[in-house]
């Protein structure tokens, strides 16, 4: 489990084959690697991935066919700047959002803008997402906790300010940029209940229930 806020930016060394998976090698930057352990996992741009491997200045994670199809991590190459998370503690402060680190699809930079000193992105997503993404709901992009300013059909806009560029990947960003995705958890959870076609005979929640106890629709 993750919460959005980026603790370094990394660098890509390799992303080498290995029979018929890849293996990847990063560099950490000022992320401190002392209390991490083969086995844990570090956030990559948005990725959960497993530690295989502890290096002088990083570690290596495998990565599978599924991972490169359904990410950004297909686009990666020596020198690639990523960011960085380790998975949290029970007794860290939560400064983001619930990020299980599991990427729901890849989005694109469509245009960008300059707002004082920050950056008005806008990003395509995916049609399937398009239901999850709420304006002022929480979005994570490339592993970082954002908020949603605007939804216009299948594009949605944030707001990056000047710490959050300096800190992450996202002050590089160009027009074309593709980006790994993963919306609300809680969206995803509040749809598997709603949409099971049992839950009102076994008395769980529902439209009808919700509008029975005084919840109304828009």
């Not at 560029?165 to 959870?189: C, F, H, I, K, P």
Request: with cysteine; charged share 25%; hydrophobic share 35%.
């Amino acid at each position: 489990m993750f919460t959005g806020i980026i603790e370094s930016i990394g660098k890509v060394l390799n992303l080498e084959r290995i029979q018929d998976e890849w293996r990847l090698t990063l560099e950490t930057g000022d992320l401190s690697l002392d209390d991490v352990k083969l086995g844990d996992s570090i956030a990559v741009s948005g990725c959960c991935l497993t530690v295989v491997q502890l290096t002088g200045s990083g570690f290596a994670a495998d990565v599978s066919n599924e991972t490169r199809r359904c990410t950004t991590l297909a686009d990666f190459k020596p020198g690639t700047k990523v960011n960085l998370e380790k998975a949290m503690k029970a007794t860290d402060r939560f400064g983001g959002h619930i990020v299980s680190g599991h990427v729901d699809g890849v989005g694109e930079l469509v245009s960008f803008e300059i707002e004082g000193k920050s950056r008005k992105l806008t990003f395509s997503m995916p049609e399937g997402l398009r239901r999850y993404v709420a304006t002022k709901g929480s979005i994570c992009i490339d592993g970082t906790s954002l908020t949603v300013n605007q939804v216009e059909g299948n594009t949605f806009s944030i707001n990056v300010i000047p710490h959050t560029q300096e800190m992450t990947v996202s002050g590089t960003y160009e027009r074309g940029q593709r980006v790994n995705l993963e919306v609300d958890l809680v969206a995803r959870y509040l749809e598997k209940l709603f949409s099971n076609e049992q839950s009102d005979k076994r008395g769980g929640v529902s439209v009808s229930m919700l509008e029975q106890h005084g919840f109304k629709r828009d």
